[in-house]
């Protein structure tokens, strides 16, 4: 079992910046791989980024390449979106995931086993 909680949601004006955690118990965010994901009013959920169980793995998807970066602390066992020039496009519920399998890092929802119950972020214009 995978216990996640997301904290760092919030309001931010665009352009500003939010960063979210994401503490896990049960497992060690090192023996998974994490991802974090969205889902907006009326649409599907949807990766937003991920970190291999090694680290040495990181994945984007294309609209928030060079404005978020995913980062992992494995003594406080916590995974981090640092989330830097938001637009309102970005307004969803931020998700936090965990996909214990042994496979490659997935962005499809169904690949992960575990998650957090989300936190809202809102960015206004």
């Known amino acids: 079992q995978v216990q996640l909680v997301e904290s760092g949601g919030g309001l931010v004006q665009a352009g500003g910046s939010l960063r979210l955690s994401c503490a896990a118990s049960?497992?060690?965010?090192?023996?998974?791989?994490m991802g974090w994901f969205r889902q907006a009013p009326g649409k599907e959920r949807e990766f937003v980024a991920g970190i291999i169980r090694s680290g040495n793995t990181i994945d984007y998807e294309d609209s928030v390449k060079g404005r978020f970066t995913i980062s992992r602390d494995n003594a406080k066992n916590t995974v981090y979106l640092q989330m830097n020039s938001l637009k309102p496009e970005d307004t969803a519920v931020y998700y936090c995931?965990?996909?214990?399998?042994?496979?490659?890092?997935?962005?499809?929802?169904?690949?992960?086993?575990?998650w957090g119950q989300g936190t809202q972020v809102t960015v206004s214009s």
């Open positions: 049960g497992r060690t965010v090192s023996s998974n791989h």
């Open positions: 995931a965990a996909d214990l399998s042994r496979g490659p890092l997935s962005r499809y929802v169904a690949h992960y086993d575990y």
